[in-house]
C-alpha cells in the first residue's frame, strides 16, 4: 500500500494588495519623492505613485520582525502597463560594496530591469534577490520600485508581495534540523529560573535565540518553549531538541495565554519571559537574577536591547507620554551613552525579556489574556508597581532584539491601547515621575516590540 503523502506547508507570503485593509506585512511608504494617492485602473483599486522630481516610484516597508533578510525570496508586483517603460527594484543590501549612499553601505542596490510593453491591462513583474538585509536604508523603506517613465506619468500599482523561494525553503528546512539535533540543554531538577519563550513561527529566530541562550547562559535554569499553534516546522524541529521543554498549543492563542500556560508548567522560582526574537549575550541572566536579589523589593527586572543591525538602543526602560501612552526611552540611543549605561527603576519594561519572582507572577494575576499581543507585558509591570514592588532596568544585561517581527503583532493595536488607557491613564501621574534626571529630555518612540 502506498504511503499517504503529505500536503506541502503553504509558502509563506508577505503581501499588501490594494483592496485589502487587512495587515499582510507590507506597507506602501509616502516619500517626498514617492507621492501616494488611491487610484483605479482597468476597473481595480490601486495606488498611484508620482515623484516631482523625476520618474515615478514607489516606496515599500516590510513588518518587522520578518527573518528575511540574505534569504533567497522572489518579490512580485502588480502594474498598470500604459506606456512603454522599464522597472526594478533598489533594495537595502547586505553587499557592502555597494556605495550609492557613501554612509549607508548597500543601501539602493539595484536589480536587473523588467521592460513593460503598453496593453491597458495589469502585469506582474517579478524580481529575485538573495541579499537583502532591508533595514530600513532606503529613505526609510525597505525596497522601492523604481522606473523610467516620462515625470509627467504616474507608476500605477495594486499588489506587492515577498515570498521565499522553494530552494530557499527546502534549504531553511534542512539547515533548521540541523541545528536542531546539535543543541542540547543540561537538566535542571530543581531550577532557579524557568526561561519561557513564547512562539508563533518563525523557526529561524527560535533557533537563532536558543543557541545564543544555550552558549551565553550559566547554570540552575530551565527553558520551556510554547509552541503557539505555529505551521512551520517549528514544533517537530523544539522535539528534537534534548533537555527542552515544548508545551504545544493546537491553536494561537496570543502572547499572554502562551506566558501564562508557560507559568503554569514552570518549576523555577523566578520566571524569565523571553521573545524568540531576542538574541541573549553574555552574562545576561546571571546579571538579571543578581539585579533582583540585591533587593527584594524589586520584582520586575528588565534588560538593555539593542537593534542587531546598528547596535543601537531599542529598549532601556518604558515611561509614558502625557496622553498616557507607553514609549520607550531613548530608543536609538548609543549602547555606551552614559543615560543607558546605569540601572535604575523605571515605570515599566517591555516583556521581549522580563525577568519576576514567581510568587509576584501569581499574586498579581499574570498576564491579563484580555490583551491580544499588545500592552500585557506594561499592564502587568503596572499592577506589580501597585502591589508595592519596584521594576528595575538592568543595564548590565544586554541583548540583541529584532523587535515587531511576530506574526499578528499589531492586529489588535487599537483595542489594546483602549483597554489599557481605560484602566491606567488616570493613575500614570505617580509613574512618570519615576523618569530619569539625565540631565537631557529623552527622545522617546512609541513602543514596537
Known sequence: MAEPVSPAPPVPEWSWHADRPADG???PLEMFDGLLRQACAAGAPCREARNPLGSAQAYFALRRPHGLANRALRVTVEIFAEAPHAVWLEYDSSDRSVQVVPDRPGAFKRTPSVVIAPSGDWVQCRFEIDDGRFCRAVNGADFRLASDLPAELPLRIRRCAVAPLAADLSRTTVAAARVAAALAFPAAT???VSVIVPVFNRLELTLQCLTALRANTGAGYEVLVVDDGSSDGTAEALRAIRGLRVLEHGANRGFAAACNAGAAAARGRYLLFLNNDTVPQGGWLESMVAAAES???IGIVGAKLLFPETGEIQHAGVEFTAEGVPVHRLE???????????????????GACLLIRRIVFERCGGFDERFRNGYEDIDLCLRVREAGHEVLYCASSVLLHHACVSDGRWTHEAANRTLFLSRWKERLGALTAIRATDGRGADRAPLRG
Open 25 to 27: 506585512g507590507i506597507e
Open 190 to 192: 530543581d531550577p532557579a
Open 295 to 297: 533587593d527584594r523589593t
Open 332 to 350: 536609538l540611543a548609543a549602547a555606551d551613552d552614559p543615560a543607558v549605561c546605569r540601572s535604575r527603576p523605571v515605570p515599566a519594561v517591555t
